[in-house]
């Protein structure tokens, strides 16, 4: 939907205390900021520029392959139910994605060692 009529101002989209904006220039430093991505299109631009495509994955895969959960164990009960948000499907964990793109000889990030999903951009 990135050319549907209600994005023609773009995607950007910023989120401060559970309310949602599209202003990134206010407020600076206190607001998460997001955007719609085609990784497809992403992939395509890296690749056309020489550059390889390392993985692509959720942020789920991504960071529990870099090693989150051994370290959320070793947090007090409230810190971990908020990393956990990170790696839940129903939260950020599959909403997200996580694109590398790397110049020169193609090497295997760890972060997609399990879920690499680059077969389907």
Same mark, same amino acid.
């Given at each position: ?25 206010? %407020?600076?430093?206190? !607001?998460? /900021?997001?955007? @719609? ?8 631009? &890296?690749?056309? +520029? *020489? ?29 971990? %139910?908020?990393?956990? !948000?990170? /790696?839940?499907? @129903? ?8 694109? &590398?793109?790397? +110049? *020169? ?17």
């Amino acid at each position: 939907e990135y050319y549907h009529p209600q994005r023609h101002m773009g995607t950007v989209m910023c989120h401060q205390g559970h309310l949602a904006d599209g202003d990134p220039l206010v %407020a600076v430093g206190l !607001k998460d /900021i997001t955007a @719609h991505v085609n990784f497809t299109a992403m992939a395509l631009a &890296a690749q056309e +520029a *020489g550059l390889n495509v390392l993985g692509y994955t959720t942020q789920a895969h991504f960071l529990i392959n870099c090693g989150l959960l051994p370290k959320m164990e070793q947090l007090p009960q409230a810190q971990r %139910a908020t990393a956990a !948000k990170l /790696i839940m499907e @129903h939260e950020m964990g599959e909403l997200f994605k996580v694109l &590398a793109v790397g +110049a *020169g000889e193609p090497w295997e990030p760890v972060g997609f060692s399990h879920g690499d999903r680059s077969h389907r951009l």
